[in-house]
Nanobody
């Protein structure tokens, strides 16, 4: 059983930056593909970014390409999401998730373990 705890959310102005962290425990972190998802009020949870077990491969939603960067530190069992040039439409609860697969999956259904989420609010 893997437990995931996100941190780093908050309130930021348009154009600002935030760095989210997600620390894992209870499993072999380096064996999981890690992803970030977000959910705004009234919307479905959507894919943001994902990173392979080694950190070599990353994938991003078109809406965040060039602005967000996902990374991981397997020694610290932590995955990060650096968010730059934030826009009001980035406002959402951000979740990290773990998938026990080598495939480059982006669907919520492919991720077995989820954190509790951290709120990101971007003011205009």
């Amino acid at each position: 059983q893997v437990q995931l705890v996100e941190s780093g959310g908050g309130l930021v102005q348009t154009g600002g930056s935030l760095r989210l962290s997600c620390e894992a425990s209870g499993g072999t972190f380096s064996s999981y593909r890690m992803g970030w998802f977000r959910q705004a009020p009234g919307n479905q949870r959507e894919f943001v970014a994902a990173i392979s077990q080694s950190g070599r491969d990353t994938d991003y939603a078109d809406s965040v390409k060039g602005r967000f960067a996902i990374s991981r530190d397997n020694a610290k069992s932590t995955v990060y999401l650096q968010m730059n040039s934030l826009k009001p439409e980035d406002t959402a609860v951000y979740y990290c998730a773990a998938a026990a697969t080598l495939s480059r999956v982006t669907s919520t259904h492919s991720y077995r373990y989820w954190g509790q989420g951290t709120q990101v609010t971007v003011s205009s």
